[in-house]
DNA sequence: AACGGGGGCAACCGCCACCTC
DNA sequence: TGAGGTGGCGGTTGCCCCCGT
């Protein structure tokens, strides 16, 4: 019965991502999309969990991600939304485009907390600060009057949310519906100086991305070529060493689901 | 120049809901 | 039907960098 664990930890690698691990990871997702984030890991050759490569694919390597500070009026939609929301990041961050849960949450906690104290308001209920001194008393949240008349037997307090409704759903559907060339082409931003005719490259099969061997050789020459790539330059790697042709990008996902995960253990 | 403290942020942890077998 | 896997989420940690002393 069941399945097999996500991963094991013996032998996975933890801690910062190199650029090496994160174009492994980039190259196999852009060829193959995404459907099982458990033989990610073993079939784009890296040496972590399922569970990490998701987290690095929607923090860091996402192509639709957009860098940079906070706006105020950024900041003013996330204290609105947090407002409503409560600490629900996700829910929040899908109000944005291009930022991450994990970025919201961050910003909120090192940035707009204090701001917040600042403008005397409370972050964690948005009264001002005067008013709501003794319902910050942490043992002030089990005292029986608090949600005893609203709240009924079994029901889940955290789903009192409005609009949960409009809220898009899963990333993966998400990462599913890139336009092939938008997505590659944001990735060349930071990855190459050079002008790429990156949408010949690719072609969309139903939701998947594909690109061929001899495309993808040629995208990553023309990005190795480039002396002005500030990316590379800076980290003086390179893409000769990278496996980047070591899983057939035409095949298809069900070309993988078919094959014994034992044969890609590492 | 050296050191310590604080801030920012990437990554991990643990839990939960849903799904699969 | 229920055990267990997977993906998603929020909370937390720890590292690195910057700045002040």
């Known amino acids: ?38 033989i ?22 996402r192509p639709d991600l957009k860098r940079g500070g906070f706006t105020d009026a950024e900041e003013d939609r996330i204290m609105e939304l947090h407002s409503q929301l409560g600490n629900r990041w996700s829910k929040i961050a899908s109000h944005f485009s291009g930022r991450t849960d994990n970025e919201i949450k961050n910003h909120w906690n090192t940035k707009i907390k204090k701001k917040m104290k600042h403008l005397g308001l409370d972050p964690a209920t948005h009264e001002p600060i005067n008013n709501i001194t003794d319902q910050t008393d942490p043992n002030q949240k089990t005292k029986p009057n608090m949600c005893s008349t609203t709240i009924k037997e079994g029901e889940e307090p955290k789903d009192q949310t409005p609009n949960d409704d409009v809220v898009p759903e899963t990333t993966k559907t998400v990462i599913m519906s890139y336009n092939a060339e938008e997505l590659v082409a944001k990735n060349c931003k930071t990855l190459c100086a050079e002008e790429v005719d990156i949408g010949s490259l690719f072609e969309m099969q139903g939701n998947e991305i594909s690109i061929s061997s001899s495309s993808f050789s040629s995208l990553y020459s023309n990005i190795s070529r480039s002396e002005s790539s500030s990316y590379f330059a800076e980290d003086s790697v390179s893409l000769e060493q990278w496996d980047l042709d070591m899983t057939d990008p035409l095949a298809p996902w069900d070309f993988f689901t078919n094959i014994d995960d034992t044969l890609f253990l590492l």
């Open 1 to 38: 019965m069941g399945r097999k664990p996500c991963c094991d930890k013996i032998g996975l690698k933890r801690g910062p991502w190199t650029i090496e691990e994160d174009h492994r990871l980039m190259n196999f997702i852009l060829n193959n999309g995404i459907h099982c984030w458990r």
């Open 40 to 61: 990610v890991p073993k079939l784009a050759g890296l040496l972590r969990c399922g569970k990490s490569c998701r987290l690095r694919w929607i923090n860091y390597l």
